[in-house]
């Protein structure tokens, strides 16, 4: 798979009724409100997170300089509007991991099914190979049939399923995890 580089434009027609240019690009501290506000409503609204509270500024700001050149965030960019966001992050602390980082993407929720989680998968799949990761990770929650196919798309196997494992809404949730090997 290979990628065209960060700062690429993609053009999609699935559900929107026009022509639109997305450009997907490095993120950058002032991306932070954006960011925010798209993970915060699936806070609310979703199982793809399993975080109960709203994140606030700080917190989102905390987690933007935590992230450095080997682990990027990226955003999906469409007429001067984020509309979406993905970040590779360590999965475990302990150096034994260090060669494996994990994925997060997070679309606005009027932009789904036009193919900018696609486009966010692919550019994190390139910068995780670029610099040097072995595999990367995906955690999905069991509703998330969306997430579970665009992983499987690129590769991604199912390598595990924990039953129960997290609890929102008032239920019980499973997760499952995927992985690819990039080299």
């Given at each position: 798979?290979?990628?065209?580089?960060?700062?690429t434009?993609?053009t999609?027609?699935?559900?929107?009724?026009?022509?639109?240019?997305?450009n997907i690009?490095?993120a950058?501290?002032?991306d932070?409100?954006?960011?925010?506000?798209?993970?915060?409503?699936?806070?609310?609204?979703s199982t793809?997170?399993?975080?109960?509270?709203?994140?606030t500024?700080?917190?989102?700001a905390?987690?933007?300089?935590?992230?450095?050149p080997r682990?990027?965030?990226?955003?999906?960019?469409?007429?001067?509007?984020?509309i979406g966001w993905?970040?590779?992050?360590?999965?475990?602390?302990?150096?034994?991991?260090?060669f494996?980082?994990e994925?997060?993407?997070?679309i606005?929720?009027?932009h789904?099914?036009?193919?900018?989680?696609?486009r966010?998968?692919e550019?994190?799949?390139?910068?995780a190979?670029?610099?040097?990761?072995r595999?990367?990770?995906?955690?999905?929650?069991?509703?998330?049939d969306?997430s579970?196919r665009?992983h499987?798309?690129?590769?991604?196997?199912?390598?595990?399923?924990?039953?129960?494992?997290?609890?929102?809404?008032?239920?019980w949730?499973d997760?499952?995890?995927y992985?690819?090997?990039?080299?």
């Amino acid at each position: 798979m290979e990628s065209s580089g960060l700062n690429t434009t993609i053009t999609t027609e699935n559900t929107m009724p026009k022509l639109s240019a997305v450009n997907i690009r490095p993120a950058v501290l002032a991306d932070c409100e954006a960011i925010n506000a798209i993970y915060n409503y699936y806070v609310a609204q979703s199982t793809c997170t399993y975080q109960l509270e709203p994140s606030t500024a700080e917190e989102r700001a905390e987690w933007f300089h935590g992230h450095g050149p080997r682990q990027p965030i990226l955003v999906a960019e469409e007429h001067g509007r984020v509309i979406g966001w993905g970040s590779l992050s360590p999965f475990r602390e302990r150096a034994g991991y260090r060669f494996t980082i994990e994925n997060s993407i997070y679309i606005h929720h009027d932009h789904h099914r036009r193919g900018i989680g696609a486009r966010m998968l692919e550019e994190l799949i390139a910068l995780a190979r670029e610099h040097g990761y072995r595999v990367l990770i995906a955690g999905v929650d069991g509703e998330q049939d969306g997430s579970k196919r665009l992983h499987q798309k690129y590769g991604f196997v199912e390598v595990a399923h924990f039953r129960n494992i997290g609890f929102k809404f008032e239920r019980w949730l499973d997760v499952f995890f995927y992985q690819l090997e990039l080299r």
